[in-house]
């Protein structure tokens, strides 16, 4: 779209536009069904303030279509003010909410891994302390009328003793 005065901002370019045809932002809530505290943001280019991109653009759309614009003429000078932006002028690009979608993902993310390494550290610190007690004491144990003496059972590392004593008498 070619502006002859063209606006500071987008949000600037859709409230010159909507008061140029004495519409209210109450009016366009009333006709859109969005709260004018979204209207106010995108007129404000407070994007942060919106859902995610999609709800932008759509919200953009019923603006438009509301107070009589082109939506796809809109949506293009939407994109091209998000363009210049991003451009590198230091200004936030709209839509500024989608870059903390990400950052919570990553968080969820760390949060997740630390929780599994914190699981694993606390099993292995377990299981370290958990072994099989060696027994070593000797288990005497007399049997009368045995034929075979000195008999070695080995058990878990534990060594048992078995002392015959053969009575014949």
């Not at 987008?10 to 109450?26: Q, T």
């Not at 969005?34 to 106010?40: G, N």
């Not at 363009?83 to 969820?108: A, D, E, M, T, Y």
């Not at 009368?144 to 060594?159: A, D, L, M, P």
Request: aromatic share 12%.
């Amino acid at each position: 779209m070619i502006f002859d005065m063209e606006p500071k901002s987008f949000g600037e370019y859709l409230k010159v536009e909507r008061e140029l045809r004495n519409i209210s932002l109450e009016e366009v809530s009333q006709s859109t069904k969005i709260h004018v505290k979204y209207l106010k943001a995108i007129e404000e280019n407070e994007f942060d303030l919106l859902p995610a991109e999609t709800f932008i653009k759509g919200f953009i759309r019923s603006f438009a279509k509301s107070i009589g614009l082109d939506e796809n003429d809109v949506i293009l000078t939407y994109e091209y003010y998000q363009k210049v932006l991003k451009g590198g002028n230091g200004l936030q690009s709209p839509g500024g909410g989608n870059s903390w979608n990400g950052s919570r993902k990553l968080i969820i993310i760390i949060g997740v891994l630390v929780t599994l390494l914190i699981f694993i550290l606390i099993l292995a610190y377990y299981f370290s302390n958990f072994s099989v007690h060696e027994l070593n004491s000797n288990i005497e144990i007399s049997i009368n009328n045995w034929t075979s003496c000195s008999k070695h059972i080995v058990i878990f590392n534990c060594v048992t003793k078995i002392t015959c004593n053969i009575n014949t008498g």
